[in-house]
Each structure stands twice: as structure tokens, then as C-alpha cells.
């Protein structure tokens, strides 16, 4: 089955009619028709089935259909591949991170390469994880920065810092030194939050036997951040995104606190542009620190 039979056959398959099928490749019904009949010849069996003017998936088509389907996907993000790279223009690095990163880490990390970098241009975005790595598979985006990068058979990662967990609180707790111990926060209103880095911090309280006090649960480090500094609650955050989000008031160190690694990701390509590499030595020269 070649590529246009293939296309013609996953149009059909997912849209049920020649009619639509051609109206999806912006094609004539008749093309449609005869690309699905010279398959069908070629194949020796039928694909589909006439029933109340719909078109059926015979047994075979189905079989055929669940390793189309995946061949389909990687086609169109084959074309999209290449068409970002046609598109994409000298001296420009696309660059994604996630959320609290791009709050000051990587805007920082922008304007110092800048400051050294006559004529690049940045184009930065946020995504969740898994938006960035298929954005970074698909050729959109030149390389991504978030924290506990698992590396694939697409992609490489190289790690820029390692940093701690710490507590974010308003001054009402009366927490009892800058630097706490979880037993500190034992009964205290805690803000649970949900994200890349809870499998971790939840493996570090039940390691210590610790069970927050979680009064409310939110998938936003903003949120939580905001909890803590109004007082409804107290939270653990990475301190990149605690020395963001709050002021140094607001942060209390934690005893024993396990770390978490910020990684680029990376897709395995044979070649960079000149800029891409120029970029990625400066990050590995620099020695990141946090504000503390």
C-alpha cells in the first residue's frame, strides 16, 4: 500500500463515506473512488462494505487499520517536521518551558545570551510537559527546558542545575525557625499540589511518615503559591518557582529536602544551526545559582 492509498483508505476508514472522505483531502468523490478500487484490486480482497449509505470496515480493513493509523500520525508529523523547517529562519531559537520556569529562570537565561549573542532572536512559549516534548517531536519548537526530563528514543536531555524543595507560608504560622523540619508542619493547613513533581514529594513524606494536613489541592504552582502568601495554607514548592513566585519572607528552607533536576530536552538530530549550538555551550558553561 503506498502513501495515497494509504491516505485515501485512513479517510475513508475514519469518516465513513467517499463523500466525506474527499471532502477531507479537498479531492473529487471519483478520485477517491478509484484510488480505493486499484487497492482494493491490488490487495485482493474488499476494504469495505456498502450498508445503509454508509461504508463498512470489513474484518480485514480493521486489521489493516490499526498499524495505518499510527503510520498515518507519523507521516503528518513528518510533514509538519519539515515544514517547520523550511520555515524556520537563521539565527532564531525557538524555545518552550514549563510555567513557573518561564516566570524569571529562563527569561533570564534569554536576555544574558542575548546581551552576548549579536543578532539572535528568540521565540519562547510555555507548555505542560508532554505539550512541550510533542512540539519538540514535531519540529515546532527547537529545544524545551522543564524539570525531571525523562530521556527517549527521539529525544536527549542535559541537566542545568539541581535545586532543593522548599516551604512557602505567610508569616501568621508562626513557624518556629527558617529552616523546618516536617514535623514543624505537622497539623498545619498544607496546599497539596499535583504536577511533574508530587510522585517526588509524596515519596519524601511517606519516607518520613509525614501526612500534610492538606486543606486544599490545586495543579497551580501560582495557586498555591498565592495560599501560602494569604495564609490559607502553607506549601512546598522547587525553590526556582518559590523565588518567583514569592518573596524571601515567604521561604523557609526544609531539613533534608530531596532535589529535583532542570534538564534542556533536546531532539536527536544530526545537526544544529550555528545559533542552536552557540546557545546550548553557553548553558553548559554557566554555573546557575539560586537566589536564595
Known sequence: MKSRQLEVFHAVYTKGTITEAAKHLNVSQPSVSKV???TESQLGFLLFSRFKGRLVPTSEAKIIYSKADKIHKDLNQLSLLTKNLSENPSGLIRL??????????????VFSFSEISEGVKFETHTFHYDEMLSHINEGSIDMGIAFEAVPGNDLDIKKIITCKFVVVASEKFSLPNRTLKLEDLKNVPFANIKGPLSKKLSSFFRKNKFSPNIVTSTDSYFMASSYAKKGLAVSV???ISANSLCNKKNIWLLEESPSTDIYIILPKKASRSVI????LSYIAEQEYKINS
Request: glycine letters at 4%; hydrophobic letters at 40%.
Open 36 to 38: 480505493l478500487a486499484h
Open 96 to 109: 518552550a518551558c514549563t510555567p513557573t520556569l518561564g516566570l524569571d529562570f529562563v527569561p533570564t537565561m
Open 237 to 239: 514548592l522547587d525553590e
Open 276 to 279: 542552536e549550538e552557540k546557545f
